[in-house]
């Protein structure tokens, strides 16, 4: 018996290793996947994901984690550029991208080259992501993120007017910002969009079949205890390209077949977040309370999409900040899971160019 247990028990530490955006997540997968050898087109990278680099000063907060940032600047326009001209009054915008759980900046690519040249842009890794260093265990929480994104609008974004735009954690992180400085709301920041993310009672929900959310809340954190001391174990199954990471991650992240390259290029950020931080942050999702910062947000011009396929903060999380933000634009994406800003990013980039216009409307 020591062997099925062992081969669960991995595959079980790779699913919850995998997390992507909302929560550590698990996933009931067969025993054929494990089996099996997963076969797939490995073709060129057309899109040049992580090839999108741009300079930014580093964010020193005070307790001493260093933020990597990035600055996209509006560029004269090419005579070929197929793209629209942008909105009057654009000119006095910035975009502030924030991401979610597990993921970096590189998140936003579809995004970033939508508005490139276009719309000032500003991206950031939130703490223990990416190319930002190590936090505290204990700062790894909703009002911490909410400080260190004010000190990214302090010190980065300029003093115009600001578009907030957040990805699951990051919408949160945008939320807790609006209770705990809601005098920048009318004023600094005149814009919103809210992706895929929840204000509240993520521990009810589970993403594993047959698992209550609150069973989900009380075994992950012991269990990702567990597998930081199995880092071997733990790494051999969540590898980048590996075909158990493969596998978690076209199932987590998307709700409809995508290249081959959308999902290696989720995986590969999956895989350089060490799994310490997978658990650094989980507490935060449990508490999660962000329903006040709506009376705030309902000042401005917003939108909220989400994934009617999202199997980490599911539709029902979007629905109800629909309810709560009657005045926002919305839009539930069919066929979509929790990463529809890659999966569906001409829908999603469209939202953000309604969104963009609405506010130069009000800054002309």
């Not at 909302?22 to 996947?33: F, K, N």
Request: hydrophobic share 40%; glycine share 10%.
């Amino acid at each position: 018996m020591a062997a099925p247990r062992t081969q669960g028990f991995g595959l079980l530490a790779g699913v919850l290793a995998l997390a992507v955006g909302g929560v550590a997540a698990g996933l009931e997968l067969e025993r054929r996947v494990v089996t099996k050898r997963i076969t797939r087109s490995r073709r060129p990278d057309e899109e040049g994901f992580f090839r999108l680099r741009s300079d930014g000063p580093d964010v020193t907060t005070p307790d001493g984690v260093v933020l990597h940032t990035e600055i996209d600047e509006v560029q004269p326009r090419a005579a070929d550029d197929p793209r629209p001209d942008p909105p009057a009054g654009s000119e006095e915008l910035t975009l502030v991208f924030v991401h979610g759980y597990a993921l970096t900046m590189d998140c936003w690519h579809f995004q970033r080259k939508a508005f490139r040249g276009r719309v000032r842009q500003v991206l950031y890794d939130q703490r223990s992501h990416g190319r930002s260093t190590r936090s505290a265990p204990e700062l790894c929480r909703m009002p911490q993120l909410a400080a260190d994104l004010r000190q990214v609008l302090d010190e980065v974004a300029g003093t115009g007017p600001v578009v907030l735009v957040g990805h699951s954690m990051g919408g949160m992180t945008i939320m807790r910002l609006t209770q705990t400085h809601p005098e920048l709301f009318g004023t600094r920041v005149v814009g919103v969009a809210l992706f895929s993310t929840a204000a509240g009672e993520m521990a009810d929900y589970s993403p594993i079949r047959g698992v209550p959310g609150r069973a989900f809340a009380a075994v992950a954190p012991p269990l990702l205890a567990t597998l930081n001391r199995l880092p071997e174990l733990v790494e051999r199954s969540r590898r980048a390209g590996s075909d158990l990471g493969y596998v978690v991650t076209r199932r987590m992240a998307f709700g409809s077949d995508v290249p081959s390259s959308y999902v290696e290029f989720v995986s590969q950020m999956l895989g350089e977040l060490p799994l310490e931080v997978v658990g650094d942050f989980y507490p935060a999702f449990a508490e999660l309370d962000e329903y006040s910062a709506f009376a705030i947000l309902s000042r401005i011009e917003t939108a909220v999409v989400g994934g009617e396929d999202d199997m980490l903060t599911s539709i029902t999380h979007t629905d109800r900040i629909i309810e709560l933000l009657p005045g926002a634009e919305v839009l539930k994406v069919p066929d979509c899971g929790h990463l529809g800003m890659i999966e569906h990013h001409p829908v999603f980039n469209e939202v953000l160019d309604h969104l963009v216009e609405r506010v130069c409307r009000h800054l002309t």
